[in-house]
């Protein structure tokens, strides 16, 4: 999410990691995982840098070498895990749809089979939009199909994803609030499978259906925090407020969230980030939400809304100046850009911009 705000207030730097990121790929064969002091470290999970390429690129910055990004990106999704510095766990991956527990075990939290398997759902989901967008048809069905294997590990039983076994048995007994406060948990990184199960924002009515429809989804996640299964001093939940307003009529579930998180959580004292920081991913969240929208599905060009902290921001873009104004306090009445009224809560980038004004009108209540 720094990276979309980058993109948003400052895409001249951003465009510059752009290159930056197709230039490590030029000079030793791989994009960036954690790059730090100009070594690769190899940390944590997934294949991030392409949600961050291509959403710059469905955002409009294209001002890079897009044909050799996207070269980087097919590579580290299709070669063999023995020679695959990004998914050295591919292999079970593209054969099974997921990755059991025990075939890979690097990080010091032990495995972490379902976290890493989630990140590539999320980074093939990315990657198809990419493949879409650049003209490769096949390309573009191939990952979105792989994006949608996170079903495997939907158990009914616990209501949450939950590791597998290679033979694809679940793993028995579970505790789908293990790991919570960063203890150790089979197939979960820093994190329990509360703080997972909704990490699908490429697929959330997919997820829903697998839960059992609409009202069962909006149940369970309003559940997760009001039984405080959500841990904000992470991210892999960090965009389950948005969720809610995948659903028409459940819009004020998100601004009410949102509006607590930031009460709560994010305060002026020194400790007033609920935990670290990574490298401004807290920082970036609290941001946005106070600007009153959130780009909840990396890759996808749209952002979600909520009811904004601040009066009125100004924010200098490359088509000129965007206006977000709030009046009133509570929630979401009436919602217009560039005078016309808006009527859906999940806005594309480009239609923001265009906008150039956004003006949130609010009431109490609900």
């Given at each position: ?7 948003l ?45 291509v ?10 070498d ?15 895990g ?17 990755i ?36 490769h ?11 949608l ?23 028995s007994?579970?505790d ?16 329990s ?6 990490y ?7 997820l ?27 991210e892999p939940?960090?965009?389950?407020a948005?969720?809610?307003?995948r659903?028409?009529?459940e819009?004020w ?44 599905c ?11 902290t ?20 509570g ?24 906008g150039?004004?956004l ?8």
């Amino acid at each position: 999410n720094l990276h979309q705000l980058l993109t948003l207030v400052y895409p001249d730097r951003q465009r510059e990691m752009l290159r930056s990121m197709t230039g490590m790929y030029e000079e030793w064969g791989w994009l960036p995982k954690w790059e730090l002091y100009g070594r690769e470290t190899f940390t944590m999970e997934g294949d991030p840098a392409i949600p961050v390429i291509v959403d710059s690129w469905m955002k409009g910055l294209r001002d890079f070498d897009v044909a050799k990004a996207y070269e980087a990106m097919r590579k580290s999704a299709t070669t063999p895990g023995a020679q695959n510095r990004m998914r050295p766990d591919l292999d079970p991956y593209i054969e099974k749809g997921y990755i059991p527990l025990g075939f890979y075990a690097k990080d010091l939290a032990g495995d972490t089979s379902v976290s890493h398997a989630l990140e590539y759902y999320m980074a093939d989901a990315a990657l198809s939009l990419l493949a879409d967008s650049l003209g490769h048809g096949d390309d573009a069905r191939l990952f979105r199909a792989r994006s949608l294997g996170y079903k495997r590990y939907y158990s009914p039983e616990s209501g949450t994803l939950r590791p597998l076994h290679p033979d694809g048995s679940f793993l028995s007994p579970f505790d789908p609030k293990a790991g919570e406060n960063f203890t150790a948990a089979p197939g979960f990184h820093e994190g329990s499978a509360w703080n997972y199960t909704f990490y699908v924002p490429h697929d959330v009515e997919g997820l829903a259906k697998l839960m059992g429809g609409r009202r069962k989804f909006i149940d369970k996640l309003q559940m997760v925090f009001d039984e405080g299964l959500y841990d904000p001093a992470n991210e892999p939940d960090i965009a389950y407020a948005y969720l809610f307003s995948r659903f028409r009529g459940e819009e004020w579930r998100t601004q009410r969230e949102t509006r607590r998180l930031l009460e709560r959580y994010f305060t002026t004292a020194p400790d007033g980030i609920p935990g670290n920081d990574d490298t401004g991913t807290m920082s970036a969240w609290a941001v946005f939400t106070m600007l009153g929208l959130y780009p909840d599905c990396p890759g996808e060009p749209y952002y979600t809304l909520t009811s904004p902290t601040f009066d009125r921001v100004e924010i200098d873009t490359e088509r000129g100046t965007l206006v977000i104004e709030k009046r009133g306090e509570g929630y979401i009445d009436r919602m217009t850009l560039g005078d016309k009224p808006l009527k859906n809560y999940r806005i594309l980038h480009d239609e923001l911009l265009k906008g150039g004004k956004l003006t949130f009108e609010l009431q109490t209540g609900n």
